[in-house]
């Protein structure tokens, strides 16, 4: 699991376990009257991480999930009673792009098979690239979705009864999934019905006049969620636990399918800052001992996390519980102050670290840089010790002429640099491209070795001055091109031109090198140093009939691939300014930008703090919108 999954995921278990956040149960007092309700919240940031912390803390293991629409309920809807079949977690994301906290639960969970729900129009088909296998379950339209879901359950439960539910309105059929799924209900928009047995909704939502099995429907919204739960616990063996979710919105109801099978518990609809008295008098009636409240207090208040967990106790007791639960509150937001300091504080003093860090690594790189061809082929030789002869022959050739001040990698331009070094495979592959595919000659694609690149490296620096022309430093085949950014428009362009129209032309020997397949081994070198070249930029090819240490074109773009990955991850051009900014900023903008890149795993703790600092501001935030809440609610009483 990423790090800062773990970090949320586990920071919101704390808080629900220990009691020391507005998040979570935070109410642990002696009992005066009858026992207090054991409460759990379990919360995320947003809707999407909701889903991620319920699905990291009940399916890690899952072999299986759901992934639909956190912007419309219609699909995650339908999927809701599919979650109970299969023991999957409902997963939210967003239309176009897939929101951090899932992806990484995602990663996390590794599951061997994904139901999309909805169409690409609600989750975009790049999604799907997250999974190692994946279904989509869409239909033209919500309808069609849903009888698509059915499908799939009757595969699982063949002998299914039918209920129907208004796919339009969501509130009645919140708490349906679970049911359905416990029951073996087919769930069905009220289109498709033909002879259902159970009804979720009213009749003002759900108009079907013919005599059914039961209809599950009361005055409002939480009525219909108390008569759905008490038809739920007849058939539930854990009957004292119950899930709490908002009834004014749909996300944290749908996510909450996987823990409703999880604890064999229903889930129950309450208003963001009221318990209903249907809701309320179910809970006293049942006796209910464990309350697990999902969504953040935006979506269920503190408030009615107080009235929850004294619900069987008298209006003073509760207004006295009132009381301290303030006291602890501002006793949290002074400790969250304390902790947001310490994280900056840790924050900068390991971002620091990080900084220092880089600036190591990159002036070991620099040092590589710096020495060019001899850096390679010392790391060459290290990675690939059976190259290590081959190799010890090229350094003999570049030593002889470091000697001669006619090979210096340091110096800008000379062949033997690290940006012309990384030019050799391109100008290869070129050679390589025209033996293959010329109509005159059927030549196959040249090979490479570290001893021709060196020679073709130090021919390139000392045939800058094209009056002396070819200095003939070795006994190889050799083309040299002048004052050209691509040699080959002269080498194969123009002298293919004339050697189409004459073969025999004098003026066509560096074509007929190029294409001449008793060459077994070649490599092209350059040097643009304006100080010493006056044509700007020289080419040298050279070309032998060696056999010694044959490297094929992809072998040696393996290799200096390899290097160059190597080299820039030290060298984090990019990265260490965006680290620096990191330093200065907090924000997830910035966070974002940079977290892909090589650093970040040096960096993850620097993300981490940055992830902790927000949490604790938010936290710290709403403990003191619950502090100016409770206030004013014991005015009340």
């Known amino acids: ?111 061997k098979q994904a139901y999309v729900i909805g169409g690409n129009s609600s989750v975009d088909e790049s999604q799907l690239k997250f999974f190692e296998k994946s279904m989509r379950v869409s239909g033209v339209d919500r309808i069609g979705t849903s009888v698509e879901v059915n499908k799939i359950r009757k595969t699982l439960n063949p002998n299914m009864k039918e209920s129907i539910y ?74 004292k636990t119950v899930i709490i979710a908002s009834g004014e919105d749909y996300p944290d109801a749908l996510s909450s399918s996987i823990i409703s099978k999880a604890k064999d518990a229903p889930i129950v609809l309450v208003g963001k800052n009221h318990i209903p ?53 501002k006793s949290d937001v002074a400790n969250y102050d304390k902790q947001i300091k310490e994280a900056r504080i840790d924050r900068i003093s390991y971002l620091e670290k990080v900084l220092e860090g880089a600036e190591k690594e990159r002036k070991i790189a620099q040092e590589w840089v710096d020495n060019g061809v001899f850096s390679f082929l010392h790391w060459t030789k290290e990675a690939y010790p059976q190259y290590a002869a081959n190799v010890d022959k090229a350094l003999e050739i570049l030593r002889k002429y470091v000697a001669t001040n006619e090979v210096n990698p340091t110096i800008k331009g000379d062949a033997t640099s690290y940006d012309n070094l990384l030019i050799t495979y391109d100008l290869l592959e070129e050679n390589n491209q025209f033996r293959v595919n010329d109509n005159n000659f059927k030549a196959s694609p040249m090979h490479t070795n570290f001893e021709i690149l060196a020679k073709a490296m130090v021919s390139a620096n ?45 003026r066509v020997g560096h074509y007929t090198n190029l294409m001449d397949s008793g060459y077994k081994v070649c490599a092209i070198a350059c040097n643009n140093n304006p100080k010493i070249n006056p044509m700007r930029i020289t080419f040298a090819w050279n070309a032998d009939f060696s056999d010694d240490l044959l490297l094929t074109e992809q ?56 992830d902790l600092i927000k949490e604790l501001n938010t936290k710290k935030s709403q403990s003191n919108k619950a502090i100016e809440q409770l206030t004013k609610e014991m005015k009340n009483f």
Do not use: C
Request: no cysteine.
């Open 1 to 111: 699991m990423n790090k800062n999954l773990k970090k949320v995921t586990a920071a919101m278990l704390m808080f629900a376990i220990t009691g020391s956040s507005l998040l979570a149960g935070s109410l642990s007092f002696a009992d005066n009257a009858k026992k207090d309700v054991n409460i759990e919240r379990i919360a995320g940031m947003n809707r999407y991480d909701t889903s991620a912390t319920i699905a990291t803390k009940f399916a890690k293991n899952a072999e299986k999930l759901i992934l639909a629409s956190g912007e419309n309920f219609a699909d995650a809807l339908a999927g809701s009673p599919l979650s109970g079949d299969l023991n999957a977690p409902i997963l939210l994301t967003q239309a176009k792009s897939m929101p951090r906290e899932t992806e990484l639960t995602i990663k996390s969970i590794k599951p």
């Open 166 to 239: 208004n796919s339009f309105v969501y509130p009645d059929a919140l708490a349906a999934g679970p049911l359905a799924s416990k029951m073996n209900l087919e769930l069905i928009p009220v289109e498709k019905a033909t002879n259902p047995d159970y009804i979720f909704g009213g009749t003002s939502t759900v108009k079907y006049n013919k005599n059914v099995t039961k209809r599950f429907s009361g005055k409002d919204r939480y009525e219909t969620s108390v008569e759905i739960a008490k038809e739920y616990l007849k058939h539930s063996a854990s009957k």
């Open 277 to 329: 008295d249907s809701v309320r008098n179910f809970l006293k009636d049942n006796q209910m001992e464990d309350i697990i409240i999902v969504g953040g207090v935006n979506s269920v208040s503190q408030k009615v996390q107080i009235q929850l967990k004294y619900i069987n106790k008298s209006k003073e007791e509760v207004k006295a519980e009132y009381s301290k639960e303030i006291t602890k509150l």
């Open 462 to 506: 000392r045939s800058t001055n094209y009056k002396l022309g070819h200095r003939h430093t070795f006994r190889v085949a050799e083309n040299l091109a002048w004052g050209v950014n691509n040699p080959y428009y002269g080498w194969y362009d123009m002298e293919k031109a004339i050697y189409d129209q004459n073969p025999n032309d004098p």
């Open 555 to 610: 072998e040696y773009k393996q290799i200096l691939g390899q290097y160059y990955n190597i080299v820039e991850s030290k060298y984090m051009r990019r990265e260490l300014p965006l680290l620096r900014k990191l330093a200065q900023s907090e924000t997830i903008k910035e966070r974002n930008k940079v977290e892909d890149m090589e650093f970040s795993k040096m960096g993850q703790k620097v993300m981490d703090l940055g």
